[in-house]
Each structure stands twice: as C-alpha cells, then as structure tokens.
C-alpha cells in the first residue's frame, strides 16, 4: 500500500515537437552530419526550459515527471519543410539529448504517446525514445495480465491450444510473468500521486475563438465527473491534464471535485498556424507541476511570455 503521507511533486510537460525548427532545442547539438547553431526562438526556448529545470530541481519529494506527448518532429504525413532531419535516429538521440537535463533530476519518467502525424503510428518514436530510459515506468498490458477469470483463463488456453498445439494445462502451468506484455510509452495514464488522482492524456479538442477556447477545461471537468461515475464506475480524478492544441486552459475550482488543465507547449508557430488563420495567436510556453500530500495539491503553472512581446509594430515605411 502506497504512504501517501509522503510529498511527492508531478510535472506535466509536452509538445517539445523537438527537431522542428521553431521547436526547443539543445544548443550546439549535433544534427546528423552538421551541429545544429539555434536560431533566436530556439535559443530562447532553450533558456526557458533551462530555467524550468531549475525549477524542477528546487521541488520536494519524489519527482514523477509526465511527458504528456508530440514529444518529437517525425513528419509523419511530409507535410512541412520546417524540420531539421528526416532520419529517425538522429531525430531520437535529438529527443533524447534535449530532455536530458529535465530527465536527469527527476526520479519516475511516464511518457506519454502524441498525435501521429508528428510522432509517427503508435507514437513510435516515442515508444523508441522511452525505451532507453533507465528510470521509465512502463506501461502493463492489462488484458493479459493474471488477474483473469477462471472462465476467461480456460477460453484463452482453448484458443492458445489451437494455435500452438499446447495442452491448456501446460500453458496454465506458465508462470504470470511470462504472459506480461509491457510497453515503454502509454496512451493515457491513470494514476494517484499521493493521493491525488491526476488523469494525464495528450489529446483534446480546443475552440478557435478567444471566447470558446477556454471552455475546453470545463468541458474536460464535467466529461471526467460523467465518465468516471456514468460509464466507469469509478472514483473521479482530482486531476485532468490534456495537452496538444499548445494553450493554456483551466477549469480552476469551477467543479469542486475535479480540476482540468490544458498544457502550454515548446515551440512556437509552424507554417501551419498560418495555414488555419492563426497568425495573430501566440502559442503558449510553460509546464505545470503539483506538490501533492495526503490526497492534497498545490498546483503551479509556469508561464513563459514571449520575449520582446515578438515586437508587433517593427517595420516602418
Ligand atoms: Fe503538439
Ligand atoms: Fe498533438
């Protein structure tokens, strides 16, 4: 049983898109066949999370670290010239040596798979990232763990019986752990820091107005309190975190069981931002952490306004 008596901190971070061009990135980094000299965004990117690393390093307890998805650029649909490589394994070892201060000072690392368009079908580059990683608690395939029926038990060991011409009793002979599957990256995550119960998962939908977007975090609140007791049967989270449309939303104490929270990214607007008419809109950048004790949590949002406020009205005629 878990002391959750005991302080423990969770960062949220996500949407590094690390090698986009106008992503974070290591400087002095080495990309493929050329050392990567960051541009002013990305030097400024650089500095930010250099900063949140001090910020990290500076929290209580055990540091569970949540890398909430799109944490690479593979260009899945070769939709964008804004990449810095194509090839898979230099863009890894990108991911990798980027992250690898915030990797370095925090104890647990979940990560969390992205959409696919940017970090490839069943967010492989994620699940190939996560996979070197000491300190990475994997994910357990469920519907083959042992906590199975005796009926289910008997069903599967019918069909193994067919497929591998076993006696169902050899195969019910197996020890347990021989029948887990385990994966490196997960597609949501459920779980009490604590006490407190945080549901982390990158997708969510977003409105486009100034007015409509932030309702996505009440929205979030009220599908949790619904799905939790409706359709799960289930305890409701303290905690919801979603992350991809790169904008900060919070549901504060609107709901007062369940709080939701929408994450702020690592990069700033690609070519498709203008694309969709979203030229006057600035990607937020930051992380959010929660100091969590007894079922209770303290939780912070890190904001990091643009530098310089991209001087709007610099050209004259
Ligand atoms: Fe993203
Ligand atoms: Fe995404």
């Avoid at 591998?164 to 995550?189: D, F």
């Avoid at 996505?216 to 992350?243: C, G, Q, W």
Wanted: hydrophobic share 40%.
């Amino acid at each position: 049983m878990e002391d959750n008596t005991k302080i423990k901190s969770g960062i949220v971070m996500g949407d590094f898109h690390i090698n986009s061009t106008v992503a974070v990135i290591k400087p002095g980094i080495q990309v493929g066949e050329f050392i990567c000299h960051p541009n002013y965004t990305q030097r400024w990117l650089w500095e930010c999370l250099m900063d949140a690393r001090q910020k990290i390093v500076e929290l209580p307890g055990k540091k569970i670290l949540f890398l909430n998805g799109d944490a690479g650029e593979v260009d899945e649909r070769q939709r964008s010239y804004q990449v810095m490589t194509n090839n898979p394994a230099v863009i890894q070892t990108l991911i990798y040596e980027t992250l690898e201060p915030i990797l370095d000072v925090v104890d647990e690392v979940y990560v969390i798979r992205g959409t696919e368009a940017h970090t490839g079908k069943s967010g492989w580059i994620e699940e190939a990232f996560a996979n070197d990683l000491v300190h990475v608690v994997r994910c357990e395939d469920r519907s083959v763990s042992e906590d199975v029926t005796e009926e289910q038990e008997e069903f599967g060991a019918r069909i193994l019986k067919r497929l591998k011409k076993k006696s169902a009793k050899e195969i019910n002979e197996k020890p347990p752990e021989e029948k887990k599957i385990t994966y490196a990256s997960w597609h949501q995550v459920r779980i009490g820091v604590a006490g407190v119960k945080m549901d982390i998962c990158h997708h969510t939908s977003m409105g486009k107005l100034p007015w409509t977007a932030p309702n996505v975090a009440n929205k979030l609140a009220v599908l949790s309190i619904f799905d939790y007791t409706e359709h799960m049967k289930a305890e409701i989270p303290n905690l919801v975190f979603r992350s991809h449309n790169h904008m900060w939303a919070d549901s504060y104490d609107n709901y007062d069981v369940v709080r939701a929270v929408c994450m702020a990214a690592w990069t700033t607007a690609t070519e498709y931002v203008y694309r969709i008419g979203m030229e006057n809109r600035l990607a937020d950048i930051g992380f959010a952490y929660t100091i969590c004790e007894n079922g209770d949590y303290d939780l912070k949002k890190v904001k990091y306004p643009h530098k310089d406020s991209r001087r709007v009205w610099r050209l004259t005629a």
